[in-house]
């Protein structure tokens, strides 16, 4: 690892289960390249992941920034779905409001926002209802 | 134990041989809800499930598991297996339950 700060950002796509993954994947490839520890790459990669599946699933897809310094990893999720209503009922390991269709392919059981508050450091949800949500995750290093 | 050991040792179908056949294997895992997998799961672990779908693929690959034993008869979808064969990760299979297949994984490893 060298002192640069390294910006990679990524497309979500919308309703595509198919490439859900791949940003996450890339990340932890990237990361592992760099050098980083294999336990923050895994943090990071799980975090992520649940988060691209969110996305997905919820909202339309969106973008994903992470930018890498030799502190941290900072994880910025973006989209413009419909927001969340009740953040702290979302916080709710087993709380889901995700359609049977994703049930069946093994989702949906309430342990994705818990889990990326789980493998991260520090976790930020801003939702505005209608308008979309951001978070914000960050692994220190 | 290893991957490739496990393959020869253990009757199952071999749907995938990934690059990481000489990989250890740390324990079995069992488990079919994909966060709890990804959260729990133990790197290394040689996982028994019964979902056969892409997302379990990306799962594995995340949270650095061996291999995938799909358990009860489960099989791989199209994309699954385009993934597996793309991200070189070992799928096996077999007719017995997860409990089953986990135990003998076990029993192997530690005969």
Redesign the interface.
């Known amino acids: 690892m060298n002192n640069d700060i390294i910006v990679m950002t990524y497309e979500v796509p919308a309703d595509d289960f198919t490439r859900a993954g791949e940003a996450s994947s890339s990340v932890k490839g990237k990361l592992k390249k760099m050098g980083v520890n294999p336990d923050i790459v895994r943090k990071v990669a799980i975090a992520m992941y649940e988060g691209e599946i969110n996305m997905v699933i919820h909202a339309f897809g969106g973008t994903i920034d992470v930018i890498v310094s030799p502190e941290e990893i900072m994880m910025i999720l973006k989209d413009q779905g419909p927001g969340i209503e009740d953040i702290e009922l979302a916080m709710q390991a087993g709380y889901s409001t995700a359609p049977d269709n994703i049930r069946s392919l093994g989702f949906g059981a309430g342990m994705g926002l818990p889990n990326m508050k789980r493998y991260t450091d520090d976790m930020k949800i801003e939702s505005i209802l209608g308008v979309g949500t951001t978070v914000t995750m960050r692994v220190s290093m | 134990m290893k991957v490739s050991e496990l393959i020869k040792k253990c009757s199952f179908n071999v749907l995938n041989e990934g690059e990481g056949s000489d990989r250890e294997i740390l324990a079995p895992y069992c488990c079919?809800?994909?966060?709890?997998a990804?959260?729990r799961m133990p790197?290394d672990s040689a996982w028994v499930t019964v979902?056969g779908?892409?997302?379990?693929l990306?799962?594995a690959?995340?949270?650095?598991a061996s291999c995938i034993i799909l358990a009860e008869g489960s099989k791989l979808d199209e994309?699954a297996l385009q993934k597996a064969k793309e991200?070189g990760i070992t799928v096996l299979a077999t007719e017995l339950p997860i409990f089953d297949a986990a135990l003998m994984i076990y029993q192997e490893q530690h005969a």
């Open positions: 079919d809800l994909l966060s709890i990804m959260g790197a979902m779908n892409i997302n379990t990306a799962v690959t995340l949270a650095d994309p991200q």
